[in-house]
């Protein structure tokens, strides 16, 4: 890793050693899964083993089909799946809001297959280029990819990606391109969950044109998927959001938030629902705090970019490639001013703890995430601390 301004340092010998191990794993892992069947190819062992992505690509043919509103009953929306796959357990459900719906029909008309592959690695490609920007270096790519998490997201075709490069966009542009980190929020906003801190971030920090041009282009999506798929769309998103609201209490462990970790070691919903609260307020206020603080920007976009799988309780396995954008800020501080100690380590703890998921299917996504808040919150303090002794 190039220093910058001639300063900071480059990465240890064995962390290169091991974020190539890591490229290997999930450039080998990906292929035997795609090779050996049933996640990329449409067909179903009649157990639910598919890809997530039949839904996008389902979705897509209803809206072409003139069936926009319909996507929104589940019953209606598996129905048109197992046309595809054939039977399989559970439900894949649609619970974005009509401004996705662009994306799904645009998907639907490439074949299956194609589609797959279009979709998962152009969004790889806008989640590199996201974290290379954030890190200001070429390295950045190679750890953009040796990120555990990527594998999770890559075998079922789902959006992580997107929002990852979406996310870390917006705070690598917030600075010098405001309008633009703005735009790239608004286009968020089809996974709304993932916006819940950013407002009092953006207030706290004074961030009005980020604010303004995140407003417009919410705006302007709504207005364009209302004209082209009718208001009845909007209504039936809200009316058939309760589904996806409701979690599957046989897989709690699979929920990468405090509330599936309560749930998970048997607590009920009423004690999962305070401890996961108590948690999304302990973030936004530390948000709160650091956005309207002197400490430096990587700081507080780091703490943001960890807060936001923090605050949600809807986390699952293939949303962690989220917490590439914080590790990558931490990663700019280290170029250019040096690592703290056992920061490295540390950020190996939290990548470790992503990659054991397949082996464990328990909420240690969630313990990433505080493992990446506490590097943080500790980069805030020393600062703080060197500030005053100045």
């Known amino acids: 890793m190039s220093p910058a301004h001639g300063t900071g340092a480059k990465?240890?010998?064995?962390?290169?050693?091991?974020?190539?191990?890591?490229i290997v794993v999930n450039v080998v892992a990906l292929i035997a899964f795609y090779v050996q069947g049933s996640w990329i190819v449409p067909v179903s062992n009649g157990a639910g083993n598919i890809a997530d992505f039949v839904t996008f690509w389902a979705v897509g043919r209803e809206i072409l089909a003139g069936h926009a509103a319909a996507v929104y009953d589940w019953p209606t929306l598996k129905a048109v799946e197992e046309g595809i796959v054939g039977p399989f357990s559970g439900y894949l459900g649609w619970a974005y809001p009509?401004?996705?719906?662009?994306?799904?029909?645009?998907?639907?008309?490439?074949?299956?297959?194609?589609?797959?592959v279009v979709w998962v690695f152009s969004t790889f490609a806008a989640y590199l280029v996201a974290i290379r920007t954030i890190?200001?270096?070429?390295?950045?790519?190679?750890?953009?990819?040796?990120?555990?998490a990527v594998l999770a997201n890559s075998m079922v075709g789902q959006n992580a990606f997107l929002s990852a490069g979406l996310i870390g966009g917006a705070l690598a542009l917030m600075e010098k391109q405001p309008l633009c980190a703005g735009a790239l929020l608004g286009l968020l906003a089809y996974k709304p969950h993932l916006g819940l801190l950013f407002p009092i971030a953006l207030v706290m920090g004074g961030r009005w044109r980020v604010i303004a041009g995140a407003t417009a282009v919410v705006a302007a999506t709504v207005a364009a998927s209302a004209l082209a798929f009718g208001g009845e769309t909007w209504r039936a998103f809200f009316a058939g959001i309760s589904p996806a609201l409701t979690f599957d209490g046989a897989a709690w462990g699979k929920l990468q938030s405090a509330f599936g970790l309560v749930r998970a070691l048997g607590g009920g919903e009423t004690l999962a629902w305070t401890v996961h609260i108590i948690v999304a307020l302990t973030a936004a206020c530390l948000v709160g705090l650091l956005w309207r603080s002197r400490v430096a920007y990587e700081i507080k976009a780091a703490a943001l970019g960890t807060a936001v799988p923090l605050a949600t309780p809807h986390l699952l396995a293939y949303d962690l490639v989220i917490l590439a954008v914080p590790i990558a800020f931490l990663?700019?501080?280290?170029?250019?001013?040096g690592f703290l100690k056992h920061e490295l380590a540390g950020i190996g703890v939290a990548c470790l703890l992503?990659?054991?998921?397949?082996?464990?299917?328990?909420?240690?996504?969630?313990?990433?995430?505080?493992?990446?808040?506490?590097?943080?919150?500790?980069?805030?303090v020393t600062?703080?601390?060197t500030e005053a002794a100045i």
């Open 11 to 22: 990465l240890a010998h064995a962390v290169e050693l091991v974020g190539f191990a890591l």
């Open 98 to 116: 009509p401004t996705f719906l662009f994306v799904a029909a645009v998907l639907a008309l490439l074949p299956y297959t194609t589609a797959f």
């Open 383 to 385: 600062a703080e601390k």
């Open 135 to 148: 890190i200001g270096d070429r390295i950045g790519y190679f750890l953009a990819a040796a990120f555990p």
């Open 331 to 337: 990663f700019r501080l280290g170029r250019t001013g």
């Open 354 to 380: 992503i990659l054991i998921y397949p082996f464990v299917e328990a909420p240690v996504g969630f313990a990433a995430a505080l493992v990446i808040a506490a590097l943080a919150l500790r980069r805030a």
